[in-house]
């Protein structure tokens, strides 16, 4: 059984991202990191990042772990006749946008989610991705299947 997130592993990440995000030239974000409870593990709003970015961070990454896939898996869910219409209504903290990413290093245990908000939401993808690349958790995830296999 895997620890849960350590210091080290969120402080690579927040760092790892800013960085991308400073060498992208992107948009500010905000990015949020949750432990595998959905609990706020970690957060960074750079100066100038829109405090808007703060909740829409900490929604995505609780989505990523709370739904155990990345954040873009959500939204066709929870479209009019899906499987799971409605459910972003009745959890409010569900936020069906690209821009976060589990936290797992084998696909089977999940440790948390990271979230990021401030760019479009491929840029915030990509900041998410570069977090995860450089603690060594998985950046790579297939599409969401029902099965157990």
């Not at 620890?3 to 060498?23: V, Y």
């Amino acid at each position: 059984m895997m620890e849960g997130l350590t210091k080290k592993d969120i402080m690579t990440m927040l760092d790892a991202a800013t960085a991308k995000c400073d060498e992208q030239g992107v948009a500010l974000s905000a990015i949020a990191i949750v432990d595998r409870g959905g609990n706020l593990a970690g957060f960074i709003r750079p100066e100038g990042a829109r405090f808007g970015t703060v909740s829409l961070a900490i929604n995505k990454a609780w989505t990523a772990i709370a739904m155990m896939r990345p954040s873009s898996q959500v939204m066709p869910l929870v479209q009019p006749g899906a499987v799971a219409y409605g459910m972003n209504i009745t959890e409010s903290r569900i936020c069906p946008i690209e821009g976060a990413l589990p936290i797992t290093r084998d696909g089977k245990e999940y440790l948390g989610g990271i979230g990021a908000s401030g760019g479009t939401s491929k840029m915030d993808l990509v900041l998410c991705e570069a977090a995860l690349e450089a603690a060594g958790f998985q950046t790579k995830f297939g599409e969401f299947s029902f099965s157990r296999k």
